[in-house]
């Protein structure tokens, strides 16, 4: 059983920067939106099976392709950035196809699907995997910060923190990048018991997963 962590947090709030210290060989790199890394990324390059098939990042927000690649990579560490809009990019696909009736409520289902089977291949890969799930926040009508998804619709059919163990938010204090790690009464962050210490950490994937591997028993990459 591989470990899923999900990072929340607005955009420009450290959670892409968040993987500058993490080893390009030992990481796959899915992005659902191609954009260049917030760092120096010497040793990152997307993959070309002809022009540079050692490369560590891919561009896809299809979840038949994203399961195959968490599944199939024999890297032990595996970034999903931006989930969200994994589910954006579907739901407007099928609106500019001008979807209506049933095709149109059944968009929602499909949706929730490919969601939950994301989540599902994240945390049931090979033992020593860790899957790390970056997406942005929204508020709901109570207050709350949850995961951002398209909307009500999708809320009432999955709730994506709660297929999670591990859930992190961005904050941004004293102007310093860091982690969230318990839950402040209007958010839905979580960790295991005696994960991490402190209510904030640096926003450095590399230390998260090093924390967790020891908490898990996993020998952790360079």
């Given at each position: 059983?591989?470990?899923?962590?999900?990072?929340?947090?607005?955009?420009?709030?450290?959670?892409?920067?968040?993987?500058?210290?993490?080893?390009?060989?030992?990481?796959?790199?899915?992005?659902?939106?191609?954009?260049?890394?917030?760092?120096?990324?010497a040793g990152?390059?997307?993959?070309?099976?002809?022009?540079?098939?050692?490369?560590?990042?891919?561009?896809?927000?299809?979840?038949?392709?994203?399961?195959?690649s968490i599944?199939?990579?024999?890297?032990?560490?595996?970034?999903?950035?931006?989930?969200?809009?994994?589910?954006?990019?579907?739901?407007?696909?099928?609106?500019?196809?001008?979807?209506?009736?049933?095709?149109?409520?059944?968009?929602?289902?499909?949706?929730?699907?490919?969601?939950?089977?994301?989540?599902?291949?994240?945390?049931?890969?090979?033992?020593?995997?860790?899957?790390?799930?970056?997406?942005?926040?929204?508020?709901?009508?109570?207050?709350?910060?949850?995961?951002?998804?398209?909307?009500?619709?999708?809320?009432?059919?999955?709730?994506?923190?709660?297929l999670l163990?591990?859930?992190?938010?961005?904050?941004?204090?004293?102007?310093?990048?860091?982690?969230?790690?318990?839950?402040?009464?209007?958010?839905?962050?979580?960790?295991?018991?005696?994960?991490?210490?402190?209510?904030?950490?640096?926003?450095?994937?590399?230390?998260?997963?090093?924390?967790?591997?020891?908490?898990?028993?996993?020998?952790?990459?360079?």
């Amino acid at each position: 059983m591989s470990i899923a962590t999900m990072v929340l947090g607005q955009s420009g709030t450290g959670k892409s920067a968040s993987m500058r210290n993490l080893n390009p060989a030992d990481t796959l790199l899915i992005q659902a939106v191609k954009k260049p890394l917030p760092f120096r990324s010497a040793g990152w390059g997307y993959y070309n099976k002809d022009a540079n098939p050692a490369g560590n990042i891919v561009v896809s927000d299809q979840a038949g392709y994203i399961v195959k690649s968490i599944q199939g990579t024999g890297r032990k560490v595996v970034v999903i950035d931006d989930f969200q809009y994994i589910l954006a990019n579907e739901f407007m696909r099928r609106v500019l196809d001008k979807e209506t009736g049933n095709a149109a409520f059944a968009k929602y289902n499909e949706i929730a699907r490919s969601a939950w089977d994301i989540l599902m291949a994240a945390g049931s890969a090979a033992d020593d995997k860790r899957v790390y799930i970056l997406g942005h926040t929204q508020e709901d009508d109570a207050g709350r910060i949850k995961a951002k998804t398209i909307g009500k619709l999708l809320d009432e059919k999955i709730t994506i923190e709660g297929l999670l163990t591990i859930v992190l938010r961005t904050a941004v204090i004293n102007e310093q990048y860091l982690f969230s790690t318990q839950n402040n009464g209007s958010d839905t962050v979580k960790s295991p018991m005696g994960l991490f210490e402190d209510p904030h950490i640096p926003n450095d994937l590399k230390a998260v997963d090093d924390a967790i591997c020891s908490y898990y028993g996993i020998t952790a990459t360079a």
